[in-house]
């Protein structure tokens, strides 16, 4: 296990505790925070990116969080596939941890919460019109935006300096943001395979009062569609790059 597998696992779980706990506050049933609305979650969606960036950079881990990132990585050269899969294993149960804690910080709440959809709707994505198709290429491209802009802020330009020097974390926080704005209407931009898959494990494991189902005919969806689109961002930047002579 590489170590920075504890910063991956870490910074995964703060990014899920906050993430979630954003969509918990909002939407759950005498929360202070009921009913901010879009403009709340997607502000605290890109500070739970910052903060989860920033806790697993300061442990020594390159703050992936999301196997979209580290598959494109691998594509990229990189990232080794030992090293990959160590990273989605730690993604993925930090994702787990993290969801169990915005569980029990709002417990009184989900019993209050009559709404089985918006139970669920703290844990994991469900689209806005449910279509496969249209659902898949939302994340996809969602996804593709956030790999492509990434690599360009962490990419070391003619001078030799990143365009991101000191800003990393936050600049991706504020894409992340722009996404959820932008792109996120059609799916809510699970745009990361452990974002919505660990919390859907966790809502199907935890005794949360009030819940329904977990959608599995749906949960296909953004696990699949951020891995084809960071897949393709990988490829593209790196034929666009070279093609351009960018260093890497």
């Known amino acids: 296990m590489p170590s920075t597998a504890l910063g991956e696992f870490v910074g995964t779980l703060v990014l899920l505790l906050l993430g979630n706990g954003v969509v918990a506050g909002v ?14 979650i997607t502000a605290g969606w890109a500070f739970a990116v910052l903060c989860g960036v920033l806790v697993a ?25 030992p090293d990959a899969l160590a ?19 709002y417990l009184p709440h989900w019993s209050i919460t009559r709404d089985q959809g918006t139970i669920h709707a703290c844990f994991c994505t469900a689209p806005a019109i449910r279509s496969s198709v249209p659902n898949l290429i939302s994340e996809v491209i969602g996804t593709m935006v ?40 059609p799916t809510g931009y699970a745009i990361n395979p452990a974002r919505d898959l660990g919390p859907r494990l966790a809502h199907a494991i935890l005794p949360i009062a009030g819940k329904g189902g977990n959608d599995w005919g749906y949960a296909w969806i953004p696990v699949v569609g951020p891995l084809a689109g960071g897949a393709l961002a990988a490829l593209l930047w790196s034929t666009l790059s070279a093609a351009n002579g960018v260093p890497k």
């Open 27 to 40: 939407l759950l049933e005498k929360s202070k925070a009921h009913g901010a609305g879009w403009m709340v």
């Open 57 to 81: 950079v300061g442990l020594g881990a390159p703050g992936e969080l999301n196997p979209a990132v580290t598959l494109a990585n691998v594509i990229a050269g990189t990232r080794t596939v």
């Open 87 to 105: 990273h989605v294993a730690a993604q993925m149960t930090g994702a787990i941890v993290g969801a169990t804690l915005v569980w029990l910080h």
């Open 146 to 185: 956030l790999v492509l802009v990434a690599s360009a802020i962490g990419t070391a330009g003619v001078s030799g300096a990143t365009p991101a020097t000191n800003l990393g974390p936050a600049l991706v926080g504020a894409l992340v943001w722009g996404i959820g704005l932008s792109l996120g209407g």
